[in-house]
């Protein structure tokens, strides 16, 4: 009985110690890192934007609806009444034309990797500029109009300046130098609008009314000729951007500036060229406001536009033609927003918090095509 009993145990002393070594022994396991892609297909970018975008309208229609809007108005409200009634349309092309500009503007300093906040600022002194020249009557009255147009481009230019050269000759913070800026503009415009320049017949704060020579004309079905005058700077700017030497040389400081400069880029003159067209065209927004909307200086004719061309050169990417099409829908946005002020009692904030939803949502999406997860081999657990 103990030879049985001994031979037992030897016999079970190998699986013991086998199960001993498979409890003791360190478990792979799978392990992921995180890394920075070289190229994603412009087919793959777009179908994760268009993801983005769809989660943001689903999170945008579920606030819409907990607001109070019914479901099935929706597409009424955004589509049909936006976009195929003549007289709403005619109000999106009338809204988007100085929103397209603005976007632009952004656009354009940003692919020098100039963060341009600054342009509501300056789209107030483009605005100051053209009513100074209709203040003073500068120029006979058929010339007025280029005048007013040329001084808006002029004043929106060197607004920008000063930000520009403390950030090429200085090092100051763009960000902080155009936001601070943009206070000044504004409240030298309330200087003028409550002071020298309030208009003496109804003593209300705004400048005098233009004159009719003064003013943009119509195209034609109430179509105002601003957004034909957006459209044309859009191409001009896609021009310079897709074709021209100077979008070569913005990619390359787009990418790396050092790496440009080492390879003899003009990298100053580039940047320096880049913030001055886009304060020249943050300044033409600003006319177009008042010579195409507002017709006079009014004391308010800038708040929204300059969040709204940061949202759009964000959305765009920096791209000009994609600036126009996201400035119409943003345009179509505002135009809604304002028939569910009237008829659901939506309050204008809720647009606004729309558009904050929308960002997000896309600045999500840029994680997705920047970044990757990538298996790596297995480690043993500790």
Not at 105 to 120: K, Q, V
Not at 163 to 181: D, H, Q, Y
Not at 338 to 361: E, G
């Amino acid at each position: 009985m103990a030879d049985a009993s001994l031979s037992v145990d030897m016999a079970q002393a190998p699986r013991t110690q086998v199960n001993s070594q498979q409890h003791t022994q360190p478990l792979a396991r799978r392990r992921y890192a995180l890394e920075i892609r070289q190229h994603m297909a412009w087919r793959w970018q777009a179908l994760i934007l268009a993801a983005a975008l769809l989660v943001g309208f689903a999170i945008s229609a579920a606030i819409l609806v907990a607001a109070g809007v019914p479901a099935d108005e929706l597409a009424n409200e955004f589509v049909m009444q936006t976009f195929f009634d003549g007289q709403n349309f005619r109000a999106v092309l009338f809204q988007a034309a100085p929103m397209i500009l603005v976007g632009l503007a952004g656009s354009i300093a940003f692919r020098a990797r100039f963060w341009n906040l600054g342009l509501e600022g300056q789209m107030i002194w483009g605005a100051i500029g053209a009513t100074t020249v209709s203040m003073w009557q500068i120029g006979p009255e058929n010339l007025r109009l280029p005048l007013m147009f040329a001084a808006a481009i002029g004043c929106g230019l060197l607004w920008v300046l000063g930000p520009a050269w403390l950030k090429l000759k200085l090092g100051v913070n763009e960000i902080i130098s155009t936001l601070m800026l943009n206070y000044m503009a504004a409240n030298f415009l309330l200087h003028l609008v409550y002071g020298s320049w309030k208009d003496p017949k109804d003593n209300f704060p705004y400048s005098p009314q233009f004159r009719v020579f003064e003013r943009l004309p119509e195209l034609g079905a109430g179509i105002g000729s601003s957004i034909l005058l957006a459209g044309v700077v859009a191409l001009l700017a896609w021009w310079l951007v897709s074709v021209s030497r100077v979008g070569l040389y913005l990619r390359f400081v787009d990418a790396n500036p050092r790496v440009a400069h080492a390879n003899g880029v003009p990298v100053r003159r580039t940047i320096y060229g880049a913030v001055l067209l886009s304060g020249a065209m943050a300044g033409l927004a600003g006319f177009a406001v008042v010579a195409g909307q507002e017709g006079r200086l009014t004391q308010a004719f800038y708040q929204g536009y300059g969040f709204s061309g940061i949202l759009i050169a964000f959305l765009a990417r920096n791209n000009p033609l994609a600036a126009t099409v996201v400035a119409l829908l943003v345009a179509a946005l505002f135009v809604t927003g304002r028939s569910l002020q009237v008829f659901y009692q939506v309050p204008f904030s809720m647009v606004q918090l729309i558009q904050a939803v929308i960002v997000v949502c896309v600045a999500s999406s840029d994680f997705f095509i920047r970044h990757r997860l990538r298996r790596v081999g297995g480690e043993a657990a500790q």
